[in-house]
């Protein structure tokens, strides 16, 4: 088992920034790979995006690639969303996931691999 809290969620204005983290326990955190997925008001889940357990493998959606950065410190058993250049079409609810099932340099889209989920995290952002 692995328990997922998500924080730093909020109200931005377009064009600034915001940090999540996912604090992760229950199980040694390098043995899951981690992912964000996002879910804004009467849409689909979609895959924001994730990386590996050896942290050296990061894959992202095109929405946000070149303004998300992941990152991970397994020392501190938390994976970061650091989202810059935010835009009001980012609004949603942001949840991070964790996979205990990939290789160490592998990392996931599909939301049916991850066994663990965050309660979700708003970020909201104002034009």
């Known amino acids: 088992q692995v328990q997922l809290v998500e924080s730093g969620g909020g109200l931005v204005q377009a064009g600034g920034s915001l940090r999540l983290s996912c604090a992760a326990s229950?199980?040694?955190?390098?043995?899951?790979?981690m992912g964000w997925f996002r879910q804004a008001p009467g849409k689909e889940r979609e895959f924001v995006g994730a990386?590996?357990?050896?942290?050296?493998?990061?894959y992202y959606a095109d929405s946000v690639k070149g303004r998300f950065t992941i990152s991970r410190d397994n020392a501190k058993n938390t994976v970061y969303l650091q989202m810059n250049s935010l835009k009001p079409e980012d609004t949603a609810v942001y949840y991070c996931?964790?996979?205990?099932?990939?290789?160490?340099?592998?990392?996931?889209?599909?939301?049916?691999?991850?066994?663990?989920w965050g309660q979700g995290a708003q970020v909201t952002v104002s034009s």
């Open positions: 229950g199980r040694t955190f390098s043995s899951v790979a």
């Open positions: 990386i590996s357990r050896s942290g050296g493998t990061t």
């Open positions: 996931a964790a996979d205990p099932r990939s290789a160490w340099v592998s990392v996931r889209m599909a939301a049916a691999g991850y066994d663990y």
